[in-house]
């Protein structure tokens, strides 16, 4: 069975830094994307990135300012947000998901076919 699970959300003053990470279990996802979602009260899940299989790398959506980095460790089903100088407006729950097809550099909520719990992130100013 799989299992995602996000961690490292909190309270954090604005301007400053966090680091999410999400770890997949149950089976190997070497070559499926992996990424990064948040939703905020009321909106709509917003794609933040995401990293390509084994030997690939990360890609952002247009609308990504350059505050957010991914990273991933394939063999360790591992992925990782770094978010600096956040805002107020960063306050969501950020989720992690796979993609659920092979090879797919997936950018929409209908593309990951996992999904874990959620991991809230408040920025108070």
């Known amino acids: 069975q799989v299992h995602l699970v996000e961690s490292g959300g909190g309270l954090v003053q604005a301007g400053g830094s966090l680091r999410l990470s999400c770890v997949a279990s149950?089976?190997?996802?070497?070559?499926?994307?992996m990424a990064w979602f948040r939703q905020a009260p009321g909106r709509e899940r917003e794609f933040l990135g995401g990293?390509?299989?084994?030997?690939?790398?990360?890609y952002y959506p247009g609308s990504v300012k350059g505050r957010f980095t991914i990273s991933r460790d394939t063999p360790k089903n591992t992925i990782y947000l770094q978010i600096v100088s956040l805002k107020p407006e960063d306050t969501a729950t950020y989720y992690c998901a796979v993609a659920g097809s092979q090879w797919v550099p997936a950018t929409t909520p209908s593309e990951f076919a996992y999904w874990g719990q959620g991991t809230q992130v408040t920025v108070s100013s």
């Open positions: 149950g089976r190997s996802f070497s070559e499926y994307a």
């Open positions: 990293n390509t299989w084994s030997g690939g790398g990360p």
